[in-house]
């Protein structure tokens, strides 16, 4: 592989991104449920370069025991990346980069699950970067509460996620490796799409209280046409065939749609 060389700039004077995207352009996106035969829920994601994997088990008895919470279950999320993800060999021993990921991806899911149906369970989300171009963690919560989905886990919502970057002075959606690396900054986001409630909210570089309103907004719409990726997702892996028995097609996709994107939050207005 040639050394990666840095870019003379990152957008161009035609207000264009190094792989030709305008600023608020997501990368193309690849959704797929119940991708793994062995776990309860899995589903996969590739957005641009990057391709991960997530696999639900559970909720299903806790070991070591000492984890246990008696008044609801534990949500036990691992990020991990495969050796061969990124440019550099990955060491396979958990880095504390890997460690962190694994709890943001954790909570930024925990206010969406019925984590109290589940007291004293764990409910296991493995997450695998199988190849890494920018955007994992966020990626990687598309994909998880997609098996969560698959797992049958009751939530109140799926949980889309995106980060919102600066480059050259613009701000720009979903940033590409190139773009997270060379560029001023990033802000990783998720959210609850039908409260526009914010479940994850990080920020690397400097911005100014204006770039962060207006990235928290482009996050937010951009969110919202990941959540229309995520249920088409979850339909095209129930949705019954053309000619199957049972329900009459439309008003099974009346009822998906009723169940995925109107769920209430208890005490929301
Ligand atoms: O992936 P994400 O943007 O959520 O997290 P990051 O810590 O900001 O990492 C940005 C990118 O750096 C990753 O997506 C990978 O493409 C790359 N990376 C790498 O090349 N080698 C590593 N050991 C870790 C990250």
Redesign the pocket.
């Known amino acids: 592989m040639s050394p990666e060389v840095k870019p003379d700039f990152l957008i161009s004077p035609e207000g264009l991104r190094i792989d030709g995207r305008r600023v608020d352009e997501l990368r193309p996106i690849e959704l797929k449920v119940g991708v793994l035969k062995q776990a309860d829920g899995s589903a996969s994601i590739r957005q641009g370069k990057?391709y991960i994997i997530a696999a639900v088990y559970g909720p299903r008895e806790l070991h070591p025991r000492h984890l246990t919470l008696n008044d609801r279950a534990y949500l036990r999320v691992v990020y991990r990346?495969a050796t061969f993800?990124?440019?550099?060999r990955?060491r396979p021993a958990p880095?504390r980069?890997e460690k962190e990921?694994s709890m943001v991806i954790a909570n930024a899911l925990k206010p969406v699950i019925f984590l109290e149906e589940y007291p004293k369970a764990v409910i296991d989300v493995f997450v695998t970067?199988i190849q890494?171009?920018?955007?994992?963690?966020?990626?990687?919560i598309n994909a998880a509460s997609l098996a969560l989905a698959d797992a049958g886990i009751p939530m109140r919502s799926l949980v889309p996620a995106v980060?919102v970057g600066k480059a050259d002075g613009h701000l720009l959606v979903d940033?590409g490796?190139e773009e997270?690396?060379y560029g001023q900054g990033?802000i990783?986001m998720a959210t609850i799409p039908h409260s526009d409630e914010i479940v994850l909210l990080q920020q690397?570089g400097s911005f100014t209280r204006e770039e962060i309103m207006e990235a928290a907004q482009m996050g937010i719409n951009s969110c919202k046409y990941l959540h229309e990726l995520q249920k088409d997702a979850l339909k095209l892996a129930y949705a019954r065939k053309p000619g199957d028995e049972g329900d009459d097609d439309d008003d099974y996709e009346d009822d998906l749609e009723h169940d995925l994107g109107e769920a209430e939050i208890p005490g929301d207005e």
């Open positions: 990057t990346m993800s990124v440019p550099d990955k880095s980069r990921i970067v890494a171009d920018g955007g994992t963690r966020c990626a990687a980060a940033l490796d997270d690396k990033d990783p690397d």
